[in-house]
Nanobody, 120 residues
Framework: QVQLVESGGGLVQPGGSLTLSCAAS????????MGWYRQAPGNQRDLVAIIQSGGMTNYSDSVLGRFTISRDNTKNTVSLQMSSLKPEDSAVYYC??????????????WGKGTLVTVSS
């Protein structure tokens, strides 16, 4: 069984910083892209940032220059460093990974989500 476990959410003031982390546990054979999505109340789940196994990254225009995604392929982890946070960044952040479990086909996996609230 594969699990994506997120950590690092919480309450932060506007202009502040926060780092989210996610680890894939279980018999993971290979991990393809990993990333972060977010969903605010009443909105759809949108891409925040994604990183390929080779390190290529893609960011939403709304976070470009403020957020940095990174991954450790040896530990199957992905992190999101968030700075200059704005109230509109408030959302539940979901970790995402496309990976192979026990050598099977590559499938999409999601974490349970971690809440980020940006408020004074």
């Amino acid at each position: 069984q594969v699990q994506l476990v997120e950590s690092g959410g919480g309450l932060v003031q506007p202009g502040g910083s926060l780092t989210l982390s996610c680890a894939a546990s279980g018999s993971v054979a290979s991990v393809k892209p990993m990333g972060w999505y977010r969903q605010a109340p009443g909105n759809q789940r949108d891409l925040v940032a994604i990183i390929q196994s080779g390190g290529m990254t893609n960011y939403s225009d709304s976070v470009l220059g403020r957020f940095t995604i990174s991954r450790d392929n040896t530990k199957n982890t992905v992190s999101l460093q968030m700075s200059s946070l704005k109230p509109e960044d408030s959302a539940v952040y979901y970790c995402y990974a496309a990976l192979s479990f026990q050598g099977g086909p590559v499938m999409d996996y999601w974490g349970k989500g971690t809440l980020v609230t940006v408020s004074s």
